[in-house]
């Protein structure tokens, strides 16, 4: 049976190595995946995440890349954009390419780099990372960012949520779970569900309740918190892979015109004017 494993915050992972070739799905609920998935959601044309500030930069160089992200919650001084998904509109973004830098999510994302499938999960994306997995039929790694190197409730109510979702339906795959995932499927059942369903309004009340749900509504970000609670509002995939995030879409649409245009070139050069 494959296993699911989670891990409570992204600074257990001391060696990238640790991920290598395993399948690994990076949970920031707030808001670092929620907010990348919405800015691919919304136009932008990939996301490079960033160590820090100073790599971002670097990074950027003299290009028209946009430089986003938080320290603390807060936009970083000098940045385009900070963290919180509403500033990710449509018009401001669209074609762009984002370098992101976060105080845990974007940490969480470099160190799954040698991963074999590096997918983003939040409450917005729930179902579609549910579906991800069980095309799977493998092990898999749910890793949350916690906040500043510890545990933190929401990203672990949110692997439990993945975890109770993907047990649902048993007659497909059973996985195998340790007291970690056991745990946090009952946190799951507590603070996510109402009447045996994901739910959004119980997840948002959990959201106000946590140490960081607070922390970022007494920054004026209670509507983030609302935006991230929105089970399946943004059914998309976004994967990390080559140092980049894209949609599942975006890369399979990619994919058919580059072999559109293999055939268009082999098919003039077999039969030339």
Known sequence: MPKISVYLTQSLIADDLVLKDKNVIIIDVLRTTTTITYALVNGAK???????????????????????????????????FGNSPFEYLNDKIKDKILIFSTTNGTVSIIKSKHGKNVILASFINLTRIVEFIKSLNADVVLLCSGK?????????????????????????????ISDTETAAVRLAEMFAYKDN??????????????????????????????????????????????????????IDMETTQKLSMK??????????K
């Open 46 to 80: 990939e996301v490079i995440p960033a160590e820090n500030p100073t790599k971002a930069a670097k990074i950027r160089g003299a290009s028209s890349k946009l430089l986003c992200g938080e320290r603390n919650g807060k936009k970083i001084e000098g940045f385009d």
């Open 197 to 250: 369903k994901v739910n959004s309004e119980a997840v948002f009340e959990m959201f106000t309740t946590t140490e960081h749900g607070k922390y970022l509504s007494s920054l004026g970000f209670t509507e983030d918190l609302k935006f991230a609670s929105e089970v399946d509002s943004y059914p998309m995939l976004p994967i990390y892979s080559k140092e980049v995030v894209k949609l599942k879409e975006q």
């Open 148 to 176: 500043l190197n510890n545990f933190c409730m929401e990203d672990f109510v949110c692997a439990g949520t993945i975890i109770k979702e993907l047990q649902s339906n048993t007659e497909e795959t059973e996985y195998t």
């Open 263 to 272: 055939k268009i070139n082999l098919t003039t050069k077999d039969n030339p």
